[in-house]
């Protein structure tokens, strides 16, 4: 959601700062601010809007300095303006501190905290743990550290943090808990803090992944992590596997072009060593889980949010045709907060790019500590869901700069497909010519996809016609339907177009009312089992004089004459069908996008990860 980065070494921390906010404006992009010690002086330069505009800020006061923090933010309590902007400080502005994810206890932090004689600047819950950390100085803590981890005790909530101050310089003090946080171990005395990998990677690879209840100390001397109850703890260093390409544009004009471009590779990714030709099945070396304990998995219910939940709605459709078990799906936000049954035997599944998801991370505690069984089907590798969950699939896709997912949600399907796969061939559900003509498609796949991509100009035209558009109708049906629920999300999220996706065959029960010659309707029509059913919807669209957009694969003759614009794209397995029709609608949600002027990578209110309720 927000970001958070911070520095201690041998250089100007200003510049580095900078940087690592710009790699992670994807997060949280109305206002932005950094922190920076110098000696006997903390300079603090914040601005509102987008990162541009605090670098045209640091442009005029060009704080010193080699240990700072900085903040990109999305807010949650008060407007984006600058007084609200992060870091916060203390009365005598001689601690800084950045803060993502929500306080809970704040109202009540606040009246305490007023009570004791601390004025309020900001309508932030952050200011509490600032005003708390100074409390926690003058009650006697000696370091910065001492001073946090007392805050901390009276804190509820979710959390990630870094902290300066001029009473004890050149450190930074981190914590976490609920809000994901990373150190950056680099060389010769050099520390960063970053809210992902993207902050960091440009100085190291290596990286500590904290966990909640951690607080950590950086100095240029080294690095120390505790534990709020435990004390000092130790945590073991990573490696990024990918490098700095993989979160730059690469030429694209924007990263939602480069991410949908990237997605012949991302499959071929997600599929690397999985597919096993000759026993026609998938091996998943993420699935640790005995085969005796996957036999006894009576049920399978999925959480997710948002694009995820799109492809956990397609995954249900997969386990129940090919591995004939029951699958339900549900919001997480949803499922959080409700009482549902738990039924012995079922398999939870957690589908979620960033892995740190509030909702879904919530979701999957919640069922945990009923005993469920839980399984991750997560992109960004050592987050809270890849970590918390019992096993899982990495989807492999590299990191998704783009607010509006495209590179993920295919790879999540491509993840479904080899695990129904697998649970298909185990329960013997699937023969073995079954799973090899499944491998056999899945193995195509990217090169169908790059057939499509080679038809990217027709999808800037379409989008030049439909440009003035007020709005859509997405329409599918079986394995369509969550795709044009995916379609019309895209598109609402990056041209702000309102959007519908429906079931095709419920149109006639509602949104056909809608329909004139002011209504575009982009009809899921590949050659499936309910094809024909599809073509009879298309037929009462344009009976109401509807503009229709259909996507088929095979010839799509029965439609031809029926509608205003024909989409082929190639013919596979009805289940990985969606790969295919996902694609023409990523490209016309991005086109239309662009050309009504919108900020494709950064969808005004949006946010890539919502660590936040
Ligand atoms: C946000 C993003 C969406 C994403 C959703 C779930 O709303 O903007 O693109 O689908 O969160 O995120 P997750 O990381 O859990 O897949």
Known sequence: MCGIVGYVGPQEAAPILLEGLRRLEYRGYDSAGVAILNGDVLTTVKRSGKIAEL????????????????????????????????????????????????????????????????????????????????????????????????????VEGAYGIAVISLRDPDKIVVA????????????????????????????????????????????RGGYRTYHLERGAVSRAVHEITWDLSAIEKSGFEHFMLKEIFEQPNSLRDVMRGRLLEEEGNARLGGITLKDDDLLKVKRVLITACGTSWHAGLIGEYMLEELARVPVEVEYASELRYRNPVIEENTLLITISQSGETADTLAALRELKSHGMLSMGIVNAVGSSIARETDFGVYTHAGPEIGVASTKAFTSQIVSLALFALYLGRRRDTMSLADGREMVHALRQLPEHV?????????????????????????????????????????????????????????????????????????????????????????????????????????????????VDHLIKVPQTLPWLQPVLTTVPLQLLAYHLAVLRGCDVDQPRNLAKSVTVE
Request: aromatic letters at 6%.
């Open 55 to 154: 670098a045209e800020g640091l442009e005029q006061e060009r704080p010193k300095g080699t240990c700072g923090i900085a903040h990109t933010r999305w807010a949650t309590h008060g407007a984006p303006n600058q007084v609200n902007a992060h870091p916060h400080l203390s009365m005598d502005e001689d601690i800084a501190l950045v803060h993502n994810g929500i306080i809970e206890n704040a109202r009540a932090l606040k009246m305490k905290l007023t009570g004791l004689g601390f004025k309020f600047r900001s309508e932030t819950d952050t200011e509490t743990v600032v005003h708390l950390i100074d409390h926690a100085f003058k009650l006697g803590a000696k370091t910065l550290e001492d001073a946090v981890s007392t805050a901390l005790l009276e």
């Open 450 to 562: 790059e057939h499509i991509l080679e038809m990217n100009d027709v999808f800037r035209e379409l989008a030049q016609e439909y440009k003035d558009s007020k709005n859509f109708l997405y329409l599918g049906r079986g394995y369509q339907f969550p795709v044009a629920l995916e379609g019309a999300l895209k598109l609402k999220e990056v041209s702000y177009i309102h959007a519908e996706g429906y079931p095709a065959a419920e149109m006639k029960h509602g949104p056909i009312a809608l329909i004139d010659e002011h209504m575009p309707v982009v009809v899921l029509a590949p050659q499936d089992p309910v094809y024909g059913k599809v073509v009879s919807t298309v037929e009462e669209v344009k009976a109401r004089n509807g503009r229709i957009i259909g996507v088929v694969s095979g010839s799509g003759a029965e439609l031809i004459a029926k």
């Open 176 to 219: 976490r808990n609920g809000s994901p946080l990373l150190l950056g171990i680099g060389k010769d005395g050099e520390y960063l803090v970053g809210s992902d990998a993207a902050a960091v990677v440009a100085h190291t690879r290596d990286v500590v992944y904290l966990d909640d209840g951690d607080y950590a100390v950086l100095e």
